[in-house]
Structure formats: C-alpha cells, structure tokens
C-alpha cells in the first residue's frame, strides 16, 4: 500500500501540544509549529483501525494486558534489530519518561548520583533533580559533524554514580551510537557498578547505511547491567496512547522494578494502546515506516543541498536517525535570545531552543521535519528571508 505523507492533516482544535500549545508555550499563535517531537503525518491507518475495532466491543471495562502483546515486541525486536529477547523480560509503562523517573524512584535514593551526556533530550534534567538526585554531566563533544563521547571524562564522572541515562540514538543530534561506543560505556558501567538506562525511543527510525544497536545486544555485560526503554508510540505517531515498555533481561534488576510497578498498581496499561502495539509492530507496520522514513530523508536531502546553497550561514546536522534535525547556527554570531528572535519574530517558526537540551546547545535549535514537503519548504523559506534581512551580504 502506497501511504500519502503530502497530505496536510488539520491539527489545530486537537489539544494538541505542538499546534494547539505555541500560544502558551512561545506567547504568540503566528508561528509555524516545529518543535514537539511528534509528526504532522496522519497516524497509520491500521492503527486507528485497531483502536476502532476496540472501541467498537462497547464497554470500556477493566482488562488484562492482550496475552499476544510481549510476542509483538518480541517478534518486532528481532525483525528490527535482530534482538533476541524473552517474553518475561517485557514490562509496560505508561511512557518512557515516566518509565525512567520510576526506574530512578526504584533504584536510586535522594542524593544519589546520576550522570547524563548533554546536550540530551531535556526530560533528562528533570527527571533527576525533581527527585533529588544529584546530577552529572559528561558533555558530549562536537567534531563538526556529529557527537562522540569523551570517554576520559565519562571514566571519571561515573565513579560514585547510581545510574546513567544513556540517549540511544541521541536526541537531539540524532546519532546512532555504534558498537564499540555502547560496548566501552557498558564495561565502565559495570565496572564502577552503575546500571545503565538506556532510552530507546528513536530506535525504529534510523536511515541507512545506519543501522540502531540496543544498548543490551552489546555484551553480556550491558544484557546484566541495564533497563531498556522503547515504545512503538514515537515510530508509529500515537503518543496520546501512552505506552512504553522496558527489557531488562537480569532477573533480579527485573524483579526490583516488578516489586515496585506492584506496589504503585501500575501493570494493567490501555487496552487501546495495547491494540495498536500490535497493528504497528507487523510487516504492515514496517511497510509504513520504511515509507516514512523514506519521505523524511527525502526532505532532509532538500533541506541540506537548500542550507548549503541559500543559508550557508546555518549548518545542518545530518541525522543518523529519526526526523530531528539539530540546527547548528553558530555562524550567525548571535545571543541565543537574538536567534530565538530570528526564528520567532522573524522568521515566525517555532523550533526548540538548543539550551534546553543544556548549555552545550548554545548556538543550535532543534528542528522537527516530521511534516508534509510543502510545510518544510515554506519554513525554509521564511528562514532564508529573515537571515537575508539581516545579513543580506551573507557576513556578520
């Protein structure tokens, strides 16, 4: 089936973050949204045909979780990234974020420490100093073309640390970490006795060459010492159904978690987000999202030869993965307030400011691509405006 991503789907009157919520979020409602990490697609229709089905039994009782939904993910996992995982490994979640914050309340205590990589998904701050955990950082290094880890700095910040919050792939640079990056970070892990969470929420959308390496697939060592997140929410656009999932594969680290989803009653889910796991994680499924996916790097090509040739003052971060796209704007010499004000007075585009991914952003802004061809043209367009307005010899 040939799947129609031009299509301009109305999404004001959703109560939806991304549309509805750029008044309250960026004071005005005249901008174009590209910010919230969600698609402007229309979500799959054999999902909507799930929930529909479901909806359709009549009563909205208390369920179990469908006996089917963990050989879903099995099956999904070992398709997608040939990981073998077991069925008792499996535990829902009502999100990855929230899933992380209780893995914290479960496996760390106040005053613990934590360490993270900025720049990184900013849910990453939060989480921990919300619940008075201490936070360090391993800033991540930029080469010019992507993000790599600086390991002499991350062997020393982990010792002492409860917990790492590993971004695979990175949000927002969007890199797929390789191997023997995952391999190193596991055996210092283990070595200094910190568990790992790795979010795995990008995981299905990685753009070839590249190919998304679970965290856990890497050794023995990462298997027995990390909790896995990832959801179909992201991949498939349905994040209003709130399910997410671990894999923990060490029984023991799996039954602290189990223990404490007992006691906060958190294990029954929604039966509608249930169904549409199991639409979207088939052949079907994988069908759209490599449709998807090949409309998203379609544009991307657009967007990088259009900021080479018409914004070569603004550089794009080719992503590895996913449909962020990390905007690197350092040329252009200004205050972050002043690119802000570029993007939004200007311009009249909503994106994400790159500090609020940390400090390390400074300079960039984060750009969601996930939308019709003829959406990211006329945002490229506006934005070649504003820059030309004020540097209109293409110099400081």
Request: hydrophobic share 45%; proline share 6%.
């Amino acid at each position: 089936m040939k799947y129609n991503f031009d299509e301009l789907v109305e999404r004001r009157g959703t109560d939806s973050v991304k549309v509805d919520g750029v008044k309250f979020f960026f004071g005005r409602d005249d901008l174009m949204p590209l910010w919230v990490a969600d698609m402007d697609f229309r979500t799959p229709p054999f999902v909507l045909d799930a929930v529909e089905q479901r909806n359709r039994k009549g009563v909205l009782g208390y369920t179990f979780a469908p006996r089917e939904w963990k050989k879903s993910v099995v099956s999904w996992l070992n398709l997608r990234f040939g990981w073998e995982v077991e069925k008792p490994w499996i535990q829902n979640l009502p999100g990855v974020v929230p899933g992380m914050a209780l893995a914290l309340l479960c496996y760390t205590k106040p005053g613990d420490a934590v360490l993270i990589q900025p720049p990184v998904y900013h849910p990453f701050f939060e989480i921990v100093e919300h619940n008075g955990r201490l936070l360090r950082q391993n800033p991540l290094v930029f080469d010019g073309e992507n993000y790599v880890v600086d390991f002499e700095d991350f062997e020393k910040k982990v010792k002492g640390c409860k917990v790492f919050l590993l971004c695979n792939p990175h949000n927002p640079g969007g890199r797929v970490w390789s191997k023997a990056e995952l391999a190193k970070m596991a055996e210092i892990c283990a070595r200094n006795h910190v568990l790992v969470f790795s979010d795995e929420i990008h995981a299905d959308m990685y753009h070839k060459p590249y190919r998304h390496t679970p965290f856990a697939s890497v050794s023995s060592l990462a298997a027995e010492n990390s909790v896995t997140f990832m959801s179909a929410t992201k991949s498939f656009n349905m994040p209003a159904l709130a399910l997410a999932y671990t894999v923990i594969p060490n029984e023991k680290v799996r039954g602290q978690l189990l223990s404490f989803l007992d006691g906060l009653h958190l294990s029954f889910g929604n039966s509608y987000a249930f169904e549409a796991l199991m639409a979207a994680y088939t052949e079907v499924g994988r069908d759209w999202l490599e449709q998807m996916l090949s409309y998203v790097y379609a544009t991307m090509d657009f967007m990088q030869h259009y900021f080479e040739t018409e914004i070569p003052l603004i550089r794009m971060v080719r992503p590895q993965t996913s449909f962020l796209v990390w905007l690197d704007c350092r040329a252009l010499g200004l205050s972050q307030s002043d690119l802000r004000s570029l993007f939004e007075e200007d311009a009249h585009l909503a994106l994400n400011d790159g500090t609020m991914f940390g400090k390390e952003g400074c300079g960039f802004m984060r750009m969601n691509v996930a939308a019709p061809h003829v959406r990211i043209e006329e945002a490229l367009l506006r934005l070649k405006g504003a820059v030309d307005k004020r540097f209109p010899k293409g110099v400081r």
